[in-house]
């Protein structure tokens, strides 16, 4: 059974730092390709970054570029989202998504709430 289980959200001031996990089970990590999405009230899902492999390339999202960045431990089957400089903006609940390279299966997380305010 697949699970994607995120943590890392919580409250955070204008400007503050948070990295958010999410830990993968039940297909083989190394295939898939990991992605960060997030959804805000009223706004539609939008993808913050894409990693395909480890040390490999990368892709944010306009809102995100130069201030996030996506990582993953394929030994540990976890893919990181370090947030910085984080904006209200950023406000939204985060989703982890997962997509086998072969079968194109997609598969998503629960999701964590980040909130940024004052």
């Known amino acids: 059974q697949v699970q994607l289980v995120e943590s890392g959200g919580g409250l955070v001031q204008p400007g503050g730092s948070l990295r958010l996990s999410c830990a993968a089970s039940?297909?083989?990590?190394?295939?898939?390709?990991m992605s960060w999405y997030r959804q805000a009230p009223g706004k539609e899902r939008e993808l913050v970054a894409v990693?395909?492999?480890?040390?490999?390339?990368?892709n944010y999202g306009d809102s995100v570029k130069g201030r996030f960045t996506i990582s993953r431990d394929d030994l540990k089957n976890t893919v990181y989202l370090q947030m910085n400089s984080l904006k209200p903006e950023d406000t939204a609940v985060y989703f982890c998504k997962a997509r086998i390279l072969l079968s194109r299966r997609e598969f998503w997380g629960q999701g964590t709430q980040v909130t940024v305010s004052s």
């Open positions: 039940g297909f083989t990590f190394t295939s898939a390709a």
């Open positions: 990693i395909i492999r480890a040390g490999g390339n990368t």
